[in-house]
């Protein structure tokens, strides 16, 4: 991670952001396909791909969760949910790779098509089977793609465009996946089974691809604990809060918690962890987040499992014109790992906010970073919570702050995130910003690009592997015509691509 780099930028005072370095290329031996990308989240939490979805209420929730987890990487369920809603969430990662859904999106008999296509529009669900229940939740009728396609006249009710009750194969709760493929293979192309209980209520569901990924076993790039289940991690404030949710998620397996302020160098954190640390084992506790060396070293006395780093880099984020307060990232990024290297016990340490391209990734990673925290460039993608809605000609999301005005308006935890929970109504200071993103599709397709640009860039610096392009890393300094060279120039109407939308960072 060139030490003497940060070294002497520490002597000179100087913070640096992403777009003032590169990297020095090098001599590789091996294709980028074939570059190892694992690395750690935290002491006893692996990961697949060094990326992490940010713990905010329009990034990550179960199904961001899910679609990190399988693709190798990690969520962090965001803090502004009540504790029993939050250790649902995390319940439904844990459960995902059983296949079952235990609460399936359901219509009414008496919902007429049109009702039910609007809010399949409205909510953006991706799937085209629904369970027809009737007013006591008794599984009635499934509307399938088909059904949907015949029904002409969309003014009538599920009831009578649905595939009925007697027509329908289904299993009782505790089904395991095998028998439920087996139902499934024989009753053919339904894509999903029902699971009802003795009075016919719907108590759960299979999706034939759940089911046969798990049978063939395709799941060896997953991020699993040591169950098979998924990996998530879930957001947490300090003190009585964080024990509010604590006891919850642990109960629904949560692989660590991520004490998740805009100041993590405080006594209030102080206390948390080393109360966390006494009376929980088996989940790592993740400190966020800080920008200092001196905080790092804190982290570590206090038996943090892992750091976070990032304070005012976030493409949301006021903080530092608010507060005066915080460091660049990259240079945040250096020291901190420095500090962490340089201690009995190094943790990993993790680059939260501020990456814009996938460059910035290789950029983190070298100077020390196991990992990043993405947020915008997630935004925005068909796993998002939030739904959509139409800006002009485009079909967008909201995408916000956890600072933002809104955001604690409508949230104590984002209040105390920023310590402010104590203030009166409408008197709140924001440290961040919302807006709308385009929509973006499925999230993998972003990973993949993201992850493809990785591996390029690790392929040019001439490394195999995350340790190795630290242990390799030699950064310049880039001047800003020099930053202003590396972006395309001289078009007109330039086509804007899934990894450079156009703008200059
Ligand atoms: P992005 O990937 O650049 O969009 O940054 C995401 C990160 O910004 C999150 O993981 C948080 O650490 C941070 N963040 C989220 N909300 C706010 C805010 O309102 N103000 C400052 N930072 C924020």
Not at 184 to 213: C, H, N, T, W
Not at 302 to 324: N, Y
């Amino acid at each position: 991670m060139h030490r003497e780099f940060f070294e002497l930028m520490a002597e000179q005072f100087q913070g640096l952001a992403f777009p003032d370095v590169t990297l020095k290329t090098g001599f590789s031996q091996i294709p980028p396909s074939l570059v190892s990308l694992e690395t750690r989240f935290s002491r006893n939490v692996p990961l697949k791909i060094p990326l992490v979805s940010a713990a905010m209420d329009t990034v990550t929730e179960s199904e961001m969760a899910i679609a990190m987890a399988i693709h190798g990487g990690l969520g962090v369920i965001h803090r502004g949910l009540d504790p029993k809603r939050q250790a649902q969430e995390v319940a439904r990662v844990k459960h995902h790779l059983h296949g079952v859904i235990e609460r399936p999106i359901t219509v009414r008999d008496t919902d007429t098509i049109e009702q039910i296509l609007n809010r399949k529009r409205t909510k953006n669900y991706r799937f085209n089977t629904f369970p027809v229940i009737d007013g006591n939740g008794k599984l009635v009728g499934l509307m399938t793609e088909t059904d949907f396609a015949f029904a002409s006249d969309k003014s009538v009710t599920a009831a009578v465009a649905m595939t009925s009750f007697n027509e329908l194969v289904y299993g009782s709760p505790g089904l395991s996946p095998q028998d439920a493929w087996e139902k499934m293979r024989q009753s053919g192309k339904k894509k999903v089974l029902p699971l009802i209980d003795p009075e016919g209520r719907l108590v759960g569901m299979y999706v034939f691809a759940d089911v046969q990924r798990i049978i063939s076993g395709d799941a060896n790039a997953y991020n699993l604990d040591s169950k098979g289940r998924l990996r998530v991690a879930a957001a947490i404030g300090v003190l009585d809060d964080a024990y509010e949710h604590v006891p919850l998620l642990i109960k629904e397996g949560v692989d660590a918690v991520v004490v998740d302020v805009a100041h993590a160098d405080t006594i209030d954190v102080k206390e948390t962890c080393q109360c966390l640390k006494r009376d929980y084992s088996g989940v790592d506790v993740v400190l966020g987040n800080i920008s200092d060396q001196d905080s790092v070293k804190r982290h570590i006395e206090w038996g943090a499992d892992g750091v976070k780093i990032g304070q005012g880099p976030g493409s949301i984020c006021t903080t530092r014109l608010v507060t005066g307060a915080g460091f660049p990232q990259f240079t945040a990024i250096g020291d901190c790992a420095i500090a962490s290297m340089d201690s009995d016990d190094p943790v990993p340490i993790g680059g939260d906010g501020g990456i814009k391209y996938s460059g910035h990734i290789t950029l983190a990673l070298a100077a020390g970073a196991s990992y990043v925290m993405v947020g915008s460039l997630l935004a925005g993608t068909d796993e998002t919570p939030g739904e959509t809605h139409k800006r002009g000609e485009i079909r967008v999301k909201r995408y916000r702050g956890m600072g933002s005005a809104s955001a604690m308006a409508e949230s104590r935890a984002s209040r105390a995130r920023y310590r402010q929970e104590d203030a009166p109504q409408g008197k709140t200071v924001p440290e961040g910003v919302e807006g709308d993103v385009p929509t973006r599709g499925p999230v993998s397709k972003v990973i993949a690009v993201l992850m493809g640009g990785l591996r390029s860039g690790m392929g040019m610096v001439g490394t195999v592997s995350v340790p190795d392009l630290q242990g390799k890393a030699h950064f310049k300094r880039l001047t800003p015509s020099a930053q202003g060279e590396g972006h395309p120039s001289g078009l007109l109407g330039m086509e804007a691509t899934s990894n450079y939308p156009g703008g200059v960072s």
